[in-house]
């Protein structure tokens, strides 16, 4: 039996580079995604509030909350800032060059 690694590569071998590129793109997407959550989730945590709480404070609803601790959903700029605020912080973005 195959473990996971073997035929993912197997499949991925099987891509053209257009689909490659493609896979390639949508996983940064999705590492971007559980990066953030995990910051909102720890921050959330850390805080020592709950996400009914959180989203009270940051003026959405506790299912938002969720779907961005949960990756489901990427949270733009605007709303990463009320998060930060409603935890008592500021954000603060730093792009690097590559």
Do not use: F, H
């Not at 999705?30 to 009270?56: C, F, H, N, P, W």
């Amino acid at each position: 039996m195959k473990n996971w690694r073997d035929l993912q590569a197997l499949k991925l071998g099987a891509y053209t580079d257009e689909e490659r590129a493609e896979y390639d793109e949508m996983a940064e997407v999705a590492k971007a995604r559980m990066e953030l959550a995990q910051i909102v989730y720890d921050a959330r945590q850390a805080a020592g509030i709950t996400q009914a709480e959180l989203s009270r404070r940051a003026g959405t609803r506790q299912g938002v909350i969720s779907a961005i601790e949960t990756g489901t959903q990427a949270p733009g700029g605007v709303m990463l800032m009320k998060i930060a605020e409603a935890l008592g912080g500021q954000l603060q973005i730093d792009l690097n060059p590559a």
